[in-house]
Structures are given as C-alpha cells and as structure tokens.
C-alpha cells in the first residue's frame, strides 16, 4: 500500500478493499463491510470493516481501520469501542488499522501508545506492548492484551505512515 501512490490520498474504504484484497491473494477467508456482531447503538449489526474466517468458516478475527492525521480522541475513541461492540463471541485475535498521514509519524505512534496504554477499554487491560521484531521504519505495531470473562484476548494496532 504504501508503496502505490493510488493509496496515497485514498479513502479508508478504498484502503481497507487493498487490505481485504492482499489477505484473500494470501490465503485467508475474509468479507468486507460485512455485517456482524452489534452496532455501537446496540440496536443493529455492526458493519466491520474486514471480517476474517477461518478455512472451516468460524470466525477468527475482526479489522477496524481508520485515517488519522492526528490524535483525534473521538474518532480513535469511536473505532476503539466499536472494535469490541462488534466482536460478540470474544475472539482471541482483532486488530486496530491506523492509515496515517501525520506530518510526523514517529511523534505521531508516541502519542498513540500513551493513549492507547491508558484508554478506558469495556475489557481490562493487562499490558501494551510495543512489538519490534518488524524491520520496517513506516510500520508500527503495539499488542494490549485484554481480559474478558476470565481469558486473555489481543488487540493488535498497526499503524502505517501514508504521508508521502
């Protein structure tokens, strides 16, 4: 994605199709904008933005992405909780996709992991982890691990600098 200057200045939705494209090309089983779990009103089903299954069909993992130029605590608030509305049966692996265009990145994800480290999450928190065994300089990820009902639970953030 970053390398494609068409992603460049592209829409979260444009973006996430590009994702839901390469995970298919790879192998896995995934919707997007599918319709599951409940909506952040708990009125309707939730529209997630890439549904992943696993080759039997079960349920395995939910992406939640959005465009951030910067912290916009509603916005990231909003995807953060919509991420957990949306995963009913608690699944032990879901992501958070950050498209960034910050002017600048690294200050950027340092913010993010201070926010993220102290967010009022529905799930306890145990611990934010930043993961550095990745060698690409335009790609962080950070792991909190949740407890919900008494098992632990991931929730990956990736965040990838589109500011090109």
């Known amino acids: 994605m970053q390398g494609n200057k068409l992603f460049w200045n592209a829409t ?3 973006r996430n199709t590009f994702i839901a494209q390469s995970l298919s090309m790879a192998g896995f089983l995934n919707k997007d904008q599918s319709l599951w779990g409940k909506s952040r009103g708990g009125i309707t089903s939730g529209e997630v933005d890439i549904f992943i299954k696993q080759k039997n ?29 949306y995963d009913t049966t608690g699944l032990k692996y879901n992501f958070i996709l950050v498209y960034s265009t910050s002017k ?6 340092g913010r993010y992991l201070n926010y993220i480290s102290n967010f009022d999450y529905p799930f306890d928190i145990s611990s934010c ?15 909190t691990l949740h407890t919900r009902n008494g098992k632990e639970t991931y929730l990956y953030h990736i965040m990838v600098d589109l500011n090109k």
């Open 104 to 109: 600048n990145f690294s200050d950027f994800w």
């Open 12 to 14: 979260e939705n444009e």
């Open 129 to 143: 982890e930043e993961l550095d065994e990745f060698d690409y300089t335009d790609i962080r990820i950070c792991r």
């Open 57 to 85: 069909g079960d349920p395995f993992s939910i992406v939640e992405a959005l465009n951030l130029e910067s912290l916009d605590k509603t916005y990231l608030n909003l995807h953060l909780e919509k991420i957990f509305y």
